[in-house]
């Protein structure tokens, strides 16, 4: 009853909702999370919720959280609800030795999470994209039928200079392109070779990988790259139809090289002409080297859509917080997020 009233536009099917809700807050493998709820004469009117998460920060491992479903009833804001239940929900998992956290705001939540709850601002998700369709692909930003029309010419005309210098992925020998629906135990082994790109990421190890992308009534093609029967890496999409436009997320993407990433996207290109999708989306904190890669498959970094806000929080005595506030140190991707 909560969410219908803080989204009130979203249709909610409660037997979904109590599959996804069983998903997130009950069969995560890192454990249960931390919920502080706000009652008011019989009804729920706050919520802030963290799950677990394992992270890699450094050459450590370390329990960390994220922030998901932050939500406080139209008729109830502005009374510090969700400052009170969100620094309740951190002490709880501070006393459980879980002090460094991350999440992905709204308009809303961002402000408090930085000014009230002294969250670390970090740089916006930047997206790149490639586009089949811009007529159906501007109905995620423009209204206004004839201005997409007119628009839609104009992106045609020149982003097909763009796309006419795509190049074609490097012969790898050896390498095939495999779709899956499960991770199995070579992924373990997987990330032990891959864990020191990036100082700080989520553990992808097969437990969480299988956990994270079976999300009850969601639709994803995952794809491996393979090599003498070892894995060099993977690729998560997901389909979805939003505002009419047919959509392609790419939700995870990790590799062994950047040879083998070029492979791994142009399989996710592939497959979303396959699927006749509008628009193929990716996001992530700054990553030259993915971007540079995207690049050379045709995608672009449109100044119209917004990645949207991330943000870390920490009350750890041990990793200080300069380390943690490089955006550089980070891979962050979609499918870190809540929204899979």
Known sequence: ELRKAVYPDNLYDQEKWFRWWRWMSKENPTGNGWISLAED????????????????????????????????????????????????????????????????????????????????EMPEMQVMM???????????????????????????????????????????????????????????????????????????????????????????????????????????????IQKGVKITTILDLMSQSQEIMHCLISRAVQEYRQEGTDVILYSSITNKSYHGILKRNGFIAPPFIKGGYFSIYSSSPFISKEFLSIPQNWLIQTGDSDAV
Request: proline residues 3%; hydrophobic residues 40%.
């Open 130 to 240: 490639k586009v089949s369709n811009w007529r159906n692909a501007l109905k995620l930003k423009i209204r206004n039928k004839f201005l997409r029309i007119a628009l839609a010419i104009g992106a045609d005309l020149v982003f097909n200079k763009i796309f006419s210098r795509i190049q074609n992925p490097p012969m790898v020998e050896g390498l095939t392109i495999t779709r899956i629906t499960s991770f199995d135990e070579r992924f373990d082994e997987f990330w032990n070779r891959i864990c020191n790109q990036s100082q700080i990421m989520v553990v992808r190890k097969r437990d969480y990988l299988n956990w994270r992308y079976s999300t009850p009534d969601r639709n994803y093609s995952i794809f491996t790259a393979d090599q003498g029967g070892e894995i060099r890496g993977y690729i998560v999409l997901q389909h979805k």
């Open 41 to 120: 004469k019989g009804k729920i009117v706050g919520q802030a919720a963290i799950i677990p998460v394992l992270m890699k920060i450094g050459t450590k491992l370390v329990d960390g959280f994220q922030s998901i479903d932050t939500m406080t009833h139209p008729n109830y804001r502005h009374q510090g609800i969700y400052n009170n239940l969100a620094l309740k929900a951190y002490a709880e998992a501070s006393n459980d030795n879980v002090h460094i956290g991350y999440g992905f705001s709204n308009d809303n939540s961002y402000p408090i999470a930085i000014k009230k709850l002294k969250w670390i």
